[in-house]
């Protein structure tokens, strides 16, 4: 169990295919793609460390080996291979035994924010804490959003909950706090972390902080180029 003062363990979900991403991710990975000069995943990771991140799990499946050399003289960044796709959800669940915080931060590899422009995971571990909430999602409004082709997401409401359609539209940001019972009764994987958080939210137990700065979804070569235009 995690106590007040240690930062959750980070979750790095770098597993995907990349399809999308093609033809980028023939001969790479998707979170070793160059954003303005920096791998999309050190981008994530600085996110978090600047906050008091201190210990990382990372999946890896497409160009695996390229993960694991990119990673290999890090002591704080451990690097598991997973030999059949296992979704986001079953990602995790895989990696619950490497991973000690109860919750963990689960990030993806394909969103960031600018550093040092918001400290938005230190709110986001407040919500959770405050709300006792199963699951707490990032959330950014759609008018900081680039490189997201829909309107929303979901609703977060006044109390910091979110709903299918009472307050402020959001997108989720790609950033969750989850807490380890939730994966207790989860479906066999492979399973989308996305039923967890349904299952979360059927609970009024899913609550939602958001992200004060811009967001970059990068998912395909033309979010690549507007991300680098957004950040000269």
Known sequence: M???ERFP??????AGLGLRMRPLTEKQPKPLIPIAGMALIDRVIANARAEGAKRFVVNSHHHAQQIEDHFADRADVRVLFEAQLLDTGGGVQNALPYIE???ILVMNTDAFWPGGVDRPLTRLIACHRASQAAATLLCVQPLRATGFARSHDFCLDPLGRITLDYGRPVIYAGVALIAR???EEAPEAPFSLVKLFEKALAADRLAGAILDASWFHVGDPQAV????EALG
């Open 2 to 4: 995690t106590t007040p």
């Open 181 to 183: 019972s939730l994966f």
């Open 225 to 228: 180029a507007a991300a680098e």
């Open 9 to 14: 363990d980070v979750m790095l979900l770098a």
């Open 101 to 103: 915080t109860d919750p």
